[in-house]
């Protein structure tokens, strides 16, 4: 439990989600803390075949036990395992039924031998995993930058909070979150923009979009999803990882990062879309599934689409 309830300001009413957010931003400050040592190789790849960092896997741990630790959470899943672990009750949409959660315990986490920016990203569905974004009642991320905030993401909007280690309250807190945006909402007139990727890798499509955007836009990239929205709900643009020609599905996976990211960005005002349509709508056919995953201002969207339907 926090000392000061962001709930009183307009957050979910659903006690599971609620509580699972809690969860998350008791655990942000540990996880702070613990990243100066765990700069290092864990040697190890996931199931992404992608080699993991020991700060990926403390955090992963951590959050594992905390979110599994939740009343109402029945499926835990994570970048960084290879199958979903049963934290008790079924999934579903019913009234009884319980949640899955699905999370990239540290995302961006090579910046952390650079000391950039990273994240930790959450999805809430009342499906089963692999679950469809429409599927999602909530979704949110942590932002490890100068200071540590936490986007929450549900039916009523988008809220920003600063998350705090706190000496502790009465009610045995271990953090403080005061909210500093309660309705966050995508700037009207955007200023930048961040593609991830090599450029040669672009299919010729996207490379031209990139460039026609370049004339209106600032780049903003730093190699960490998580941050590189950001930006985007700060200032409005457009977030790509795009398909590359090496990759057609691009890097992001879908039920970790692009669902959680695109529902966040469409309450936020904002669009997603895989190339053709939303994120939201993207078919669900594996855990660890990748897309590319383009977010931002609904008419950038729309002009990406634009683009990559002509070719
Ligand atoms: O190094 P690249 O190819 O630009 O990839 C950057 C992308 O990969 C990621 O780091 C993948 O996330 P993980 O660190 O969770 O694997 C994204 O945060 C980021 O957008
Ligand atoms: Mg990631
Ligand atoms: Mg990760």
Same mark, same amino acid.
Request: glycine share 12%.
């Given at each position: 439990?926090?000392?000061?309830?962001?709930?009183? $300001? =307009?957050?979910?009413?659903?006690?599971?989600?609620?509580?699972?957010?809690?969860?998350?931003?008791?655990?942000?400050?540990?996880?702070?803390?613990?990243?100066? =040592?765990?700069?290092?190789?864990? =040697?190890?790849?996931?199931?992404?075949?992608?080699?993991?960092?020991?700060?990926?896997?403390?955090?992963?741990?951590?959050?594992?036990?905390?979110?599994? +630790?939740? $009343?109402?959470?029945?499926?835990?899943?994570?970048?960084? %395992?290879?199958?979903?672990?049963?934290?008790?009750?079924?999934?579903?949409?019913?009234?009884?039924?319980? !949640?899955?959660?699905?999370?990239?315990?540290? $995302?961006?986490?090579?910046?952390?031998?650079?000391?950039?920016?990273?994240?930790?990203?959450?999805?809430?569905?009342?499906?089963?995993?692999?679950?469809?974004?429409?599927?999602?009642?909530?979704?949110?991320?942590?932002? !490890?930058?100068?200071?540590?905030?936490?986007?929450?993401?549900?039916?009523?909007?988008?809220?920003? /909070?600063?998350?705090?280690?706190?000496? +502790?309250?009465? $009610? =045995?807190?271990?953090?403080?979150?005061?909210?500093?945006?309660?309705?966050?909402?995508?700037? %009207?007139?955007?200023?930048?923009?961040?593609?991830?990727?090599?450029?040669?890798?672009?299919?010729?499509?996207?490379?031209? !979009?990139?460039?026609?955007?370049?004339?209106?836009? #600032?780049?903003?990239?730093?190699?960490?999803?998580?941050?590189?929205?950001?930006?985007?709900?700060?200032?409005?643009?457009?977030?790509? !990882?795009?398909?590359?020609?090496?990759?057609?599905?691009? #890097?992001?996976?879908?039920?970790?990062?692009?669902?959680?990211?695109?529902?966040?960005?469409? %309450?936020? +005002?904002?669009?997603?879309?895989?190339?053709?349509?939303?994120?939201?709508?993207?078919?669900?056919?594996?855990?660890?599934?990748?897309?590319?995953?383009?977010?931002?201002? /609904?008419?950038?969207?729309? %002009?990406?689409?634009?683009?990559?339907?002509?070719?």
């Amino acid at each position: 439990m926090t000392d000061s309830d962001p709930r009183a $300001d =307009g957050g979910p009413a659903d006690s599971t989600v609620a509580a699972v957010f809690d969860a998350v931003a008791a655990t942000a400050p540990e996880i702070r803390d613990a990243l100066p =040592g765990r700069r290092v190789e864990s =040697g190890t790849e996931n199931a992404s075949g992608e080699s993991v960092l020991a700060g990926d896997l403390y955090a992963d741990e951590l959050l594992g036990e905390a979110i599994t +630790g939740v $009343d109402g959470v029945g499926s835990f899943v994570s970048e960084e %395992r290879e199958e979903a672990v049963d934290a008790g009750g079924a999934v579903g949409s019913g009234p009884d039924d319980a !949640y899955a959660v699905a999370i990239d315990p540290l $995302d961006g986490s090579s910046n952390l031998r650079s000391n950039n920016a990273m994240g930790t990203v959450v999805g809430i569905y009342d499906a089963p995993l692999p679950a469809s974004g429409r599927d999602l009642v909530a979704a949110g991320y942590v932002l !490890y930058g100068p200071i540590t905030t936490m986007v929450v993401a549900d039916e009523a909007g988008v809220r920003e /909070e600063v998350v705090e280690r706190d000496g +502790g309250g009465a $009610d =045995g807190s271990t953090v403080s979150r005061s909210v500093v945006e309660a309705d966050l909402t995508l700037p %009207r007139d955007p200023t930048v923009y961040g593609f991830g990727g090599r450029v040669p890798d672009w299919p010729a499509d996207f490379r031209a !979009y990139a460039r026609s955007i370049e004339d209106d836009l #600032k780049l903003r990239y730093g190699g960490a999803m998580v941050g590189d929205v950001n930006q985007v709900l700060t200032y409005g643009g457009v977030f790509a !990882y795009p398909a590359l020609r090496s990759a057609p599905e691009g #890097k992001l996976r879908l039920q970790f990062e692009a669902n959680p990211i695109a529902y966040i960005v469409e %309450r936020a +005002g904002g669009a997603s879309s895989d190339g053709t349509g939303s994120i939201l709508d993207v078919e669900p056919e594996a855990v660890h599934q990748r897309t590319p995953l383009y977010v931002g201002n /609904e008419a950038l969207i729309e %002009r990406l689409e634009a683009a990559v339907d002509a070719d």
